[in-house]
Nanobody, 120 residues
C-alpha cells in the first residue's frame, strides 16, 4: 500500500499564492511520476501538472507561467507552487503518484484531496 498525504490548501484572494505539498509513504521502490490534478464542482478531474523522475515537467495551458511543480525524490514528496491565483483555479486538488513497490507491484495512488478556494 502506498499512501499520499496532501497539505497546503486553503482560502486565498485573487492574485495570491499557495503551495501544496504531497508526501508518499509505504513500501516504495521507485516513483516514476508524480503530479497534481484538480476537480471543480460540476467538472471533470483534469491534469494540472506532472513531473517524472527524469525531471521533465508538463503543465495544463491554463496554469503555465503561474504554477510550478517540483519534487524531492529523497522524501518522495511533490510540491505545487501556485502564484497569481484566479477564481477559476478554485477546485479540490489531488496528488497522484505512479510507481513500483519493493515487492514489485505497480501502483497508482491518489491523495485525499485538498480544497483551494480563490475568492475576495
Amino acid at each position: 500500500q502506498v499512501q499520499l498525504v496532501e497539505s497546503g490548501g486553503g482560502l486565498v484572494q485573487p492574485g495570491g499564492s499557495l503551495t501544496l505539498s504531497c508526501a508518499a509513504s509505504g513500501s516504495i521502490l521507485s516513483i516514476y511520476i508524480m503530479g497534481w490534478f484538480r476537480q471543480a464542482p460540476g467538472k471533470q478531474r483534469e491534469l494540472v501538472a506532472s513531473m517524472p523522475s527524469g525531471g521533465m515537467t508538463n503543465y495544463a495551458d491554463s496554469v503555465k507561467g503561474r504554477f510550478s511543480i517540483s519534487r524531492d525524490n529523497a522524501k518522495n514528496t511533490v510540491y505545487l507552487q501556485m502564484n497569481n491565483l484566479r477564481p477559476e483555479d478554485t477546485a479540490v486538488y489531488y496528488c497522484n503518484a505512479v510507481g513500483v513497490t519493493k515487492s514489485a507491484q505497480n501502483f497508482r495512488s491518489w491523495g485525499q484531496g485538498t480544497q483551494v478556494t480563490v475568492s475576495s
